[in-house]
């Protein structure tokens, strides 16, 4: 019995008959395996009436088991420190935002600096809630935290496993909303669009490259796993039309982002007002807001997966401090 997270360099002598010859692939657990996975983690932990462990297993959609026992211990440890006979509800969702944002800054922004970040942040929230069939924004906050001047989340009603192209366009608009919301309000761009514009032009090359989710290229997968393209027979030809069709979506979302923004600047000026004043919004806050309607499914903030093959189940926009 053996373990790996890269089977695909296992050399083919392990794998023959009488060897390691069955594989078995272990995803992340679903909702239901990760509150059973919290109860055995809570077993020796003291929890409040309010510590919910079936809302926090909706909370964190594609956390590993591993991922799952640091949240409980961080929360245990926050418990401790706020002199909590028990750990709550709000424990439990501190910490997991702790773990996924980082802690909190103190940095006093210019007022200037401030309001901006507060537009970038606004514009991926609105765009998010304004594209059908998008993930809800669970929380908006522009409290500097890490290298983020602000953070926008984002998480599905229920565990996802697979993504069509209409909803990773919707993806790649709200990822290109805080640069369209600065661009529209401001007139420039700033560096705080860097993860954004990197987060984009990842779904865009999965699309185009791997998904076979552009009618230019057709349903061929040119980016293999690993390596340069070129060692498995890609041309220089078909690597140019790849990258023109790229930038192309990318161009065509980015223009939908200015278009809504401008068909919606009075919800944009609205978020904005209320992020100022509030600093952090929740989901019901920011839609209402937005004047939007919406009934909130989870409470407390989202997680977070790497990229790996398939678009995370949550988003995370970050307005980056370069």
């Not at 765009?127 to 984002?154: E, N, Y």
């Not at 919301?181 to 993860?195: D, I, M, P």
């Not at 987060?199 to 349903?219: F, L």
């Not at 609205?270 to 989870?298: F, N, S």
Request: with cysteine; glycine share 8%; aromatic share 4%.
């Amino acid at each position: 019995l053996a373990a790996s997270n890269r089977p695909d360099v296992v050399d083919p002598a392990l794998l023959r008959p009488g060897r390691f010859d069955r594989s078995i692939t272990v995803h992340a657990p679903d909702q239901n395996g990760r509150k059973e996975i919290l109860r055995v983690h809570t077993r020796k932990v003291a929890l409040a009436p309010d510590a919910d462990l079936d809302r926090l297993a909706r909370a964190t959609p594609g956390m590993t088991g591993a991922e799952l026992a640091n949240l409980v211990n961080e929360a245990a440890l926050l418990a401790v420190r706020r002199s909590h006979p028990a750990v709550t509800a709000r424990d439990l969702f501190d910490a997991l935002e702790r773990i996924q944002l980082g802690a909190a800054r103190n940095v006093v922004m210019p007022p200037e600096e401030r309001r901006r970040t507060a537009y970038h942040e606004a514009g991926h929230a609105l765009l998010g809630m304004l594209q059908p069939g998008a993930d809800p924004v669970r929380k908006v906050s522009i409290i500097p935290r890490g290298r983020a001047l602000g953070v926008t989340l984002s998480t599905p009603e229920t565990d996802r496993y697979g993504y069509d192209a209409r909803y990773l366009k919707g993806r790649m608009i709200g990822a290109l909303g805080g640069m369209a919301a600065e661009q529209l309000v401001f007139g420039v761009v700033t560096t705080g669009a860097e993860s954004d514009l990197e987060t984009c032009t990842a779904i865009a090359r999965s699309m185009v490259g791997r998904w076979g989710m552009s009618e230019k290229i057709g349903p061929v997968s040119i980016f293999p796993p690993e390596g340069d393209p070129r060692m498995f027979g890609v041309s220089e030809g078909t690597l140019d039309a790849v990258s023109a069709e790229v930038r192309r979506l990318i161009d065509e979302c980015y223009r939908r982002a200015i278009e809504l923004l401008k068909e919606n600047r009075h919800r944009l000026d609205a978020i904005v007002k209320e992020l100022l004043e509030h600093e952090t919004l929740d989901e019901a806050a920011v839609y209402r807001a937005a004047g939007i309607d919406h009934t909130p499914a989870v409470d407390g903030p989202p997680s977070r997966r790497r990229h790996e093959g398939q678009q995370p189940a949550a988003a995370l926009s970050r307005s980056t401090n370069n």
